[in-house]
Structure formats: C-alpha cells, structure tokens
C-alpha cells in the first residue's frame, strides 16, 4: 500500500544536487523522507559503470523513513575528474563529510548508514569502517583488492571481473580497464576489504550475495571479508543468500525488504508499508 501524504507540511520530495569534489563536481541525488526534523540518512553507492543506480531501493528506504543520498563518481556519469578505485574511496568519504557538514535537507548526523551495491558493495565497505558510519549492508559486493587471489582460486572467476573493467571503461572518463585492472592489482592491500575487517568488526552488517551471481561471486568476494570480521571478534554480521543473480533481478522487492528491515532494526524507525509485489518467494538461507 503507498502512504499518500497530502498536504502535509513537510511531503517527501528529491533534490539535484552538486557535491563540490576534489576533483570537481559530483553529481549527486538526494530522495527525504516525509516529516519535520533530521532523519537518519543513507548513503546509497552504485557500482560500474553504474547502469543499475538501485533507485528502487532508495525509494523503499525512503518511504520507511530514511533520507537516501546517491552520487556519482569522479569521471562518471558526468561528474567532473578521472576516474580510479582510490577516487571513489575519497569521493565517498567527501560525501560524506557532506551530510556532516550540511544544515539544509535534515540529515541527522548520529544516524549515517552505507550501503552500496557490486563494487560499490567495496566502497561502501571501506565507507562503513568510518567512526562516523553506524552500519552498512553490501549487496553483491566486488572486493575488487583481491582480483590477484582471485585469480589464483578460480581463472574464470578473474577473467569475468577483468571483462567488466573493460566494459566499464566505455562509460568512465580518463581510464581503460588494463588501467583498472593495473591500479586492483598494485594497491590490492589497500583497496581489499580485508584490510577494513577490524574496523567493520565493531559495527553492524549485512551482506547479500545471490548463487547465479557470476560476476562476483560470494565465495570469493563476501566470504573472506565475513571470515576476517570474525578473526577480529565481530559478532553484529549478518549474511542471506538468495537464488538471483549479480543484479538481483527477480528479487528486488525481496532483497529491499530485507534490506529496509535491517536498517530499521538498526535505527529504531517505524515499520515499513508493505507493497503487494508478485515477485516469488524462493528458498533462502540466513546466518
């Protein structure tokens, strides 16, 4: 059922806006919440080359009540700079000093939450380990500093994450995938998800991966991270599975609900409205 709110005094509503970036603009979208006051507010970041921007998502953590903020990156989708790995790791750490600083769009600055999908999922990952950022949930997440391992377990595996550097490379400025697959490679240890696992040790996550996920698979991209969060002692992981592939095609209204679920258990908001989606509940596994 949609929440049809009239004339209220404070309506949900989406802004354009321009993040002012090392290296330029970042061109950014903001979807608030319904309601007066701050709200808490997540950070939404796709992957590459960012054809599936996940507004629907946005869209359902709005209606629970979160303000949702999604930028593109330097040398992408039109955002000023070239593009590499380690500017979308400074460009999401701008943003977020972005929502700390800004006294406009009702951002509660105690309630900043990152999700992030595909390689997004990494930036999100390295984002959440920020004293700033309460929880983060990683959908299909691309541990892009790992493609040399990767590459020892499963050939196939690292050709495919190779491949779509490649493609990527059409839509991002100022890069080729060689040059992608060069910058993965030589600062693996900085870029790799692992190198967080202390950090993200102390705070709340969830990570959905799907078993026809052939790009970046699991077991190779969310599996080591769990495993090292819990070498540090994390406790507050959480993982599900599901039956879909990277894009989670046939289970978006699942993966949301879940999704928005978790981030209010984290937060405390009200319970969502629940839509009637005709998407077929599949087998799933949680642990």
């Known amino acids: 059922m949609e929440e049809h709110y009239g004339a209220c005094a404070k309506r949900p509503d989406l802004y354009g806006i321009i993040i002012p970036g090392k290296r330029g603009r970042l061109l950014s979208v903001l979807y608030t919440a319904e309601g007066a ?24 953590l709005r209606r629970v009540g979160f303000h949702v903020l999604t930028f ?5 989708w039109g955002s000023d700079g070239n593009y590499s790995l380690r500017n979308d790791l400074e460009d999401a750490q701008t943003v977020l000093d972005f929502v700390l600083s800004d006294e406009t769009y009702g951002f509660d600055k105690n309630r900043i939450y990152a999700v992030g999908h595909s390689l997004g999922g990494f930036v999100c990952g390295q984002l959440t380990a920020r004293p700033e950022i309460k929880g983060g949930v990683l959908l299909m997440p691309c541990d892009i500093g790992r493609i040399r391992q990767i590459s020892l377990q499963n050939k196939e595996t690292a050709a495919g994450i190779r491949a779509v550097l490649e493609d990527s490379a059409h839509w991002l400025n100022g890069v080729t995938g060689e040059e992608l697959l060069r910058e993965a490679e030589e600062h693996g240890r900085q870029l790799c998800l692992e190198s967080a696992a202390r950090q993200l040790a102390k705070k709340p996550l969830l990570c959905i991966t799907g078993t026809l996920d052939t790009c970046t698979p699991g077991r190779y991209h969310c599996s080591p991270l769990m495993e090292a969060i819990r070498a540090e002692g994390g406790t507050l992981l959480k993982s599900l599975e599901f039956p879909t592939d990277h894009f989670f095609s046939d289970y978006r209204l699942t993966v949301a609900e879940y999704v928005t679920e978790f981030l209010e258990g984290l937060d405390g908001t009200r319970s969502p409205a629940r839509g009637s989606g005709t998407e077929s509940e599949c087998s799933h596994s949680i642990s």
Request: glycine fraction near 14%.
């Open 37 to 60: 006051g701050v709200h808490p507010t997540v950070i939404l970041l796709h992957g590459i080359p960012g054809c599936e921007q996940n507004f629907d998502l946005a869209q359902a």
């Open 72 to 76: 593109h990156y330097s040398g992408n």
